[in-house]
């Protein structure tokens, strides 16, 4: 996040999401997202695929257009509309690509990011006329609700929008690409017993430069043992200055999985001066939705963005299925989450 023009900063890049599947559950996979996505319409603006471009094309035939020349060389494209469950309106752009093109550079396998970075992530927001919301903590509090439920809500229908559970693990990132799980703003996981991934996965991403795309299939007794391969005492540095050791990693990924998950979410207690703010960000989101008067207000000063970095709430969300999300406001990284779970459990990072 850099700062321009005194107080006011710029976001670095628009939130992405990603997905990991087996290649060859990618077609279901990515068909199966675009049903949950394009609801009520069922309609991709666009469908492309090597030489095959498509407009207005329903969503029930593109499963039978991907079959048709899908591979591992292949990268299919999309473009379609999603309603939030904000009640926002947003264009959206999808892939899915092949093995063959993760290892030559590509994201995914499964990705998407809208089309307008400032729509998801607005810059500005109407608040109410009300003493209650001229406050910055207010103003960053309400814009922390809508956003955190919207991201949530792309990430489910992306990775989980049936019971198939053909995706394993994704997540929503501000940083363009998909980085360590534990300096990103959201991770699912199919199976919430398999959570430990993200530590793992970000082990296996910052000591061995390994992208997150080629080794999120890794089970965990593979990622495992890529962490106890490195020297004893090796460490790597999370942003914001922190360092996790080597010896750390392998002691959560030994702990029992359902004692890992109640460190989580006792983690994911709001803090003071989220718990100041809420109620007061909902009475006015509510006086809102019942026509009291508004007026926009800049979202982008240092002051807004940096209450959303220190205090925007965690969420730990164990779903239906046997999945888990984690989850916080795209400013925030899922970092201090995990290491307040780790101090709870006196694993020193």
């Not at 990515?30 to 498509?54: G, Q, Y």
């Not at 990775?159 to 994704?170: D, I, N, Y």
């Not at 699912?188 to 430990?196: D, F, K, R, S």
Request: glycine residues 8%; aromatic residues 6%.
């Amino acid at each position: 996040m850099s700062e321009s023009s005194g107080q006011r900063v710029l976001r670095e890049s628009t939130p992405s999401f990603f997905a990991w599947c087996d290649e060859s559950d990618r077609i279901d996979a990515f068909t199966e997202a675009l049903s949950a996505l394009v609801h009520p319409w069922r309609i991709c603006s666009s469908l492309s695929i090597f030489s095959t471009w498509r407009d207005e094309i329903p969503v029930d035939e593109v499963a039978a257009t991907l079959h048709a020349q899908f591979g591992t060389d292949a990268y299919a494209w999309a473009s379609f509309g999603v309603t939030l469950s904000s009640g926002r309106a947003l264009g959206f752009s999808s892939h899915c690509c092949g093995d063959g093109q993760l290892r030559r550079g590509a994201s995914g396998p499964l990705g998407m990011s809208p089309f307008d970075k400032e729509e998801l992530l607005p810059l500005r927001l109407p608040v109410g006329l009300l003493a209650s919301a001229k406050s910055i903590e207010v103003e960053a509090a309400m814009a922390s609700l809508v956003v955190q439920e919207d991201v949530e809500d792309l990430l489910l229908r992306l990775c989980a929008p049936g019971a198939s559970r053909r995706v394993t693990t994704g997540g929503c990132t501000k940083l363009g690409h998909w980085g360590a799980p534990i300096e990103i703003g959201a991770t699912y996981h199919a199976t919430a017993t398999e959570v430990v991934r993200d530590l793992a996965l970000s082990w296996v991403h910052l000591h061995g430069d390994d992208k997150v795309e080629r080794a999120a299939g890794l089970s965990m007794d593979a990622l495992r043992a890529r962490v106890d391969a490195a020297p004893h005492g090796a460490r790597i540095a999370v942003k914001g200055g922190a360092e996790v050791s080597r010896e750390a990693v392998l002691q959560a990924i030994d702990t029992a999985p359902a004692v890992l998950l109640d460190a989580l979410e006792a983690s994911a207690l709001p803090d003071d001066d989220w718990r100041a703010v809420e109620p007061y960000a909902r009475e006015v989101m509510k006086m809102i939705a019942e026509g009291a008067p508004v007026q926009d207000v800049d979202l982008t000063t240092r002051k807004h963005v940096r209450f959303l970095e220190q205090h925007a709430p965690y969420h730990v969300r164990r779903l239906p299925s046997g999945g888990v999300v984690l989850a916080t406001h795209p400013y925030r990284t899922l970092w201090p989450l995990w290491n307040d779970a780790l101090f709870l459990l006196g694993i020193t990072s």
